[in-house]
């Protein structure tokens, strides 16, 4: 078990040189190169040609047409805003396949009556991205269910894949019914009918969400569930591979499917996933282990999928392990560990899994506390084979502008970066306000933060919201 640190880690490195001194200091290796050409180099991912290595990775903006879950305005200039800055695969944010399923009143949802919004968003995406570089770029659209964090309308419905008594208690979820086998049959077809939505509003790809405690995620460890998709390892995948599955039948050979699988679900065994098969001394031991999430992602790379992107870690109770930041969520404890360590284990955890597959393509994230020596350590682990794409959250949210800056002046500017004050998971957090840089884009999204901040203290206004 980690102790809690008191100390706060500001981020004070210039160069390169600087984290190169800091990395020993900390007994770290991470590896960093000055040489980004490679970050501009094209690659092949199963038919499809990226222009260049960067990637936005999925950001929800929380700013879905609460009514409909079609775009917004707020949506459609997030979108242009990461096609103008030229990346060349733009890996959409969470949408959700059922009503039940959203996470709050303003996710994105996709469905036969708005998609004529998603085909204009894609079409304006397609154009900014040849009107700023000329070039063609990959679209990717993430499909979810929120499980046991579902709050449609902005109520709380959880729906539970499994018993957990680690995650129950801390959710006071222990009442929450688990979601039954005839309800995951159905949810399949769900997922499937939103792809061909998602296929003909122009979307390349689609990737079966299966990251940070969401219901697909929840179920890979759900040990304790019995029936068709709990227990063995075979069960407990059965509704991840059969949506992938189903999906790559229908879809058109101009398109493809993907995931964004999690190769940690940090509670101990026998309820996570990618944790050691050995029961702790108190409820909170987990030792991570690999092997079940790389015999899955060996199985998709036997499929076919031409990219699988991973993360790892519950985002609202462990940030250290998949955002490592200098800033906390307000009330949040501070870090256990200094941001750095987080940062390199993530790196490392990536670095296994690329060089197990070695011809799947798999981006990183989780680099933003690195602020502008973000590219340097994206290039080195491209050079050494630790990963394939540079995938950028927080930082495409603050400075979506990195790569054509890294390609046009050959660095990225300081001022412009992510400085990880945790701001924008606050406003997911609070459950109000549109989410996107407070610092970089303070002029849209600190009315946001305040708003849901002045809600948070007084529940009154919650209503009015
Ligand atoms: C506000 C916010 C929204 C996010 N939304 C999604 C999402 O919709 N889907 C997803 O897979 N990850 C989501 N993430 C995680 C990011 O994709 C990324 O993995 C994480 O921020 C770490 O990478 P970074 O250091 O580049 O920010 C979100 C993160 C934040 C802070
Ligand atoms: S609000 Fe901006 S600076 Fe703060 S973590 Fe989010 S993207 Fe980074």
Not at 23 to 46: A, D, F, R, V
Not at 84 to 102: F, K, Q, T
Request: hydrophobic share 35%.
């Amino acid at each position: 078990m980690m102790k809690q640190s008191t100390k706060s880690h500001h981020f004070n490195l210039e160069k390169e040189a600087d984290l190169k001194k800091q990395l020993q200091e900390m007994n770290l290796h991470l590896p960093h190169s000055p040489h980004l050409g490679i970050l501009t180099s094209p690659l092949k991912m199963g038919g499809f040609f990226l222009p260049n290595r960067f990637l936005i990775q999925p950001m929800e903006g929380v700013d879905a047409h609460p009514e409909t879950g079609a775009p917004s305005p707020l949506t459609v200039r997030r979108y242009r805003r990461y096609a103008a800055g030229g990346s060349g695969l733009i890996w959409g944010e969470a949408v959700s396949v059922v009503p039940e399923g959203c996470s709050g009143a303003r996710q994105l949802r996709l469905t036969q009556s708005n998609l004529k919004e998603y085909q204009k968003l894609v079409e304006t995406i397609r154009q900014e991205a040849y009107k700023h570089h000329n070039h063609s770029i990959v679209l990717i659209l993430q499909l979810t269910h929120s499980g046991r964090y579902s709050r449609p309308n902005g109520i709380p419905k959880p729906l539970k894949g499994q018993k957990n008594p680690w995650l129950d208690d801390v959710l006071k979820m222990n009442e929450a019914p688990i979601i039954t086998d005839e309800e995951l049959d159905h949810l399949l077809d769900a997922y499937v009918e939103t792809a061909q939505l998602a296929f003909q509003a122009g979307f390349d790809g689609v990737d079966v969400k299966a990251v940070h405690g969401y219901l697909i995620a929840e179920l890979l460890g759900a040990h304790s569930r019995t029936g068709r998709y709990g227990g063995s390892f075979e069960n407990r995948t059965r509704f991840l591979r059969e949506c992938i599955a189903r999906i790559k039948d229908l879809c058109p050979s101009s398109h493809f499917v993907t995931s964004r699988t999690t190769v940690l679900e940090p509670t101990p065994y026998p309820y996570g996933w990618g944790v050691a098969p050995t029961e702790g001394e108190s409820k909170a031991d987990w030792t991570m282990d690999l092997e079940e999430p790389l015999q899955l992602l060996r199985e998709m790379d036997v499929l076919g999928l031409p990219i699988v992107n991973i993360s790892m870690g519950f985002p609202r109770f462990q940030p250290h392990i998949n955002r490592p930041a200098s800033g906390t969520a307000i009330g949040a404890l501070p870090p256990p560990e200094h941001p750095l360590k987080g940062l390199v284990r993530y790196q490392e955890t990536v670095k296994e899994i690329q060089l197990n597959l070695p011809n799947l393509p798999i981006p990183n994230a989780a680099l933003a506390w690195l602020r502008h020596l973000m590219p340097e350590v994206a290039a080195g682990m491209i050079e050494e084979g630790w990963c394939s794409l540079f995938g950028m959250g927080r930082g495409a949210f603050a400075y979506p502008d990195l790569p054509r800056d890294v390609m046009r002046q050959g660095f990225a500017s300081p001022e412009k970066c992510c400085t990880t004050c945790s701001m924008c998971s606050q406003i997911m957090k609070d459950g109000i306000g549109r989410t996107g840089c407070v610092i970089r884009d303070k002029a849209i999204y600190g009315p946001e933060l305040a708003r849901g901040r002045s809600v948070q203290t007084n529940p009154a206004l919650i209503r009015n919201a």
